[in-house]
């Protein structure tokens, strides 16, 4: 008996699912004739890939993450690399309003600490209880999850703290205050070494995870990443953190905690940079070197594939030019993306017809409930709210694309106001901008990653070629 054959048809990465749909109907049968054309036997590669296959060269170039955290003696980029943080309650740890955010918790940890209480008074009469018989699942009042209910199940206290609540980048070019208690974070992972505090000064490299469909992409912030920043993504820093101990010089001193920073871009790396192009290279320059290669349009349709499979592999590049070219780009564009508030808009760019930076409006003209397009397919317009329309962007603003999507319709979909069908939280952007007293603000953003998305397309338009 003949083995079976398989065949495949790529009709392309950007169809959404309702458009794969329809060609498929469309076709009626896989034996359309129409349907049929362009299609391939296909064979697994060594790996078992059968699309999308990685490439043999991808194998031989130096990894971003060490086999181990913090391995000192790792011969790879960074020593240490961490997932976005992961809640399992976004709705509940993150808002645009702080004081909403402090609400909402409250809210949360006093019916926990209730529930406790029930659940330790039924203790008393049968120790054998099952909590899962005795909790108030009302998604209205309370988020369980694996880690929380441990919690409940070991009778342990928990209390509200203002005090955690710290700036995270949600989605890319989208801050929100984050309620950063780990008790209430599913998976605090490492992040007390990457960021214990406000004040210790860190930059984080976000790319895409492995197992995912969106196409491959890199972000940068110096605040906390969420896990879908990027899809799945792991997180690359510049520097870690380790506590620094502290005797006391009697028992009764108060003493805070202080950190020692660390680098946490490999001597490994450093040495070979410094071998190949000279003594003046610092970790900071490979840094930006990464990024800046990570975002090259040649490494990520060489590898395509691998980038699906593996976290990214880099090559040194064999000419110092080149190497201080991706730095300088890097450095370019981690400019614009970490102070992508503060980039005008191009000049062209028009609201309600006339040059943006004549535009004024009162408070209440300013805000937003969910911006849109005036009609599909019409992307140079955007209809902020009934008052202010955006028009003349230019269509390569719509080619920088991070996490499966532009920058702008980032914007576009977080910032609208929206409330949570199970939980009853309504998340309102309005209130970050009257919260931080710049009703413009909003306004402000979406005509300043207009403007950084034209100047991300030039950057990158600008890197050198790879011969890969």
Request: aromatic share 12%; charged share 25%.
């Amino acid at each position: 008996m003949n083995k079976a054959e398989i065949f495949y048809k790529d009709i392309g990465d950007c169809l959404s699912r309702e458009e794969k749909l329809r060609l498929v109907k469309e076709a009626k049968s896989a034996l359309n004739p129409e349907f049929l054309a362009g299609m391939g036997r296909i064979e697994p590669n060594e790996h078992g890939d059968w699309v999308n296959m990685r490439s043999s060269g991808f194998g031989g170039l130096i990894p971003v993450a060490p086999e181990k955290k913090f391995d000192l003696k790792t011969q790879s980029f960074f020593v240490v690399n961490a997932i976005g943080v992961a809640t399992n309650r976004d709705i509940w740890v993150y808002n645009f309003s702080e004081n909403s955010l402090k609400n909402n918790m409250k809210t949360m940890v006093d019916f926990y600490n209730e529930q406790r209480k029930t659940i330790e008074s039924k203790r008393e009469k049968d120790h054998n209880v099952n909590i899962d018989d005795y909790i108030d699942t009302d998604y209205q009042k309370i988020n369980w999850t694996v880690n929380l209910k441990k919690d409940i199940e070991n009778n342990v206290a928990h209390k509200f703290d203002e005090n955690v609540i710290k700036t995270g980048l949600y989605r890319p070019f989208t801050r929100m205050n984050l309620f950063f208690d780990t008790n209430f974070i599913e998976r605090p992972g490492i992040w007390s070494k990457l960021s214990p505090t406000e004040d210790n000064d860190n930059l984080f490299i976000c790319l895409t995870g492995i197992g995912v469909n969106k196409e491959f992409s890199a972000i940068i912030t110096n605040v906390l990443p969420d896990l879908q920043l990027i899809a799945n993504g792991q997180c690359f820093p510049l520097y870690h953190y380790d506590k620094k101990p502290i005797i006391p010089t009697n028992l009764f001193e108060d003493v805070s905690a202080d950190y020692v920073r660390r680098d946490a871009v490999s001597d490994f790396i450093l040495s070979q940079s410094q071998s190949r192009y000279g003594p003046m290279v610092t970790k900071e320059d490979i840094f930006y070197y990464v990024y800046g290669l990570l975002h090259s349009p040649d490494y990520r349709t060489v590898f395509a594939g691998d980038l699906k499979k593996m976290l990214p592999r880099l090559p040194l590049l064999e000419k110092p030019a080149d190497f201080w070219a991706f730095s300088k780009a890097g450095r370019e564009l981690a400019d614009l993306h970490l102070n992508y508030e503060d980039v005008p808009a191009p000049d062209d760019v028009l609201i309600n017809g006339k040059p943006a930076s004549k535009a004024s409006f009162s408070a209440g003209a300013l805000r937003v409930q969910k911006m849109k397009f005036p009609e599909k397919g019409k992307k140079d317009t955007i209809v902020y709210n009934p008052y202010i329309t955006v028009s003349n962007i230019p269509p390569a603003a719509y080619d920088y694309v991070v996490n499966g999507k532009s920058a702008i319709e980032w914007v576009m979909e977080r910032y609208a106001v929206t409330t949570h069908k199970d939980s009853g939280i309504t998340n309102d952007p309005n209130d970050w901008a009257e919260e931080h007293e710049n009703p413009r603000y909003i306004l402000d953003l979406l005509l300043s990653v207009i403007g950084v998305s034209v100047k991300t397309v030039a950057l990158v338009a600008g890197l050198p070629g790879l011969a890969l």
